[in-house]
């Protein structure tokens, strides 16, 4: 059985490490290139949804923190090869 805390704070320390990624990425957003844009407009969408998912997570949650957490993860996995792609379209 997960442990809902422990889960929590675990995809929450995932979630800040993503989310000071996203702070830098946006600050040199003005030399992105066009399709860097692109991919940050996904991005963001795909964002949205990791924080919908997140307010799911707790104690009043009517899925199995399972099948939440799971979805989260996907999430989380996909926006850090998205922002590996925008950093390294930045670096060329």
């Excluded at 995809?11 to 600050?27: C, F, H, N, S, Y």
């Excluded at 999430?75 to 090869?81: I, P």
Aim: proline letters at 1%; charged letters at 40%; zero cysteines.
């Amino acid at each position: 059985m997960v442990d809902t805390k422990e889960f929590k704070e675990s995809l929450q320390r995932e979630v800040d490490a993503l989310v000071k990624a996203r702070d830098e990425l946006k600050l040199q957003l003005s030399l992105f290139k066009s399709e860097a844009k692109d991919e940050w407009a996904r991005l963001e969408t795909t964002y949205g949804r990791l924080q919908g998912e997140l307010k799911r997570i707790g104690a009043d949650a009517k899925e199995p923190i399972k099948d939440i957490g799971s979805a989260a993860r996907q999430l989380v996995e996909e926006l850090k090869r998205g922002y590996s792609r925008v950093k390294s379209d930045l670096k060329e």
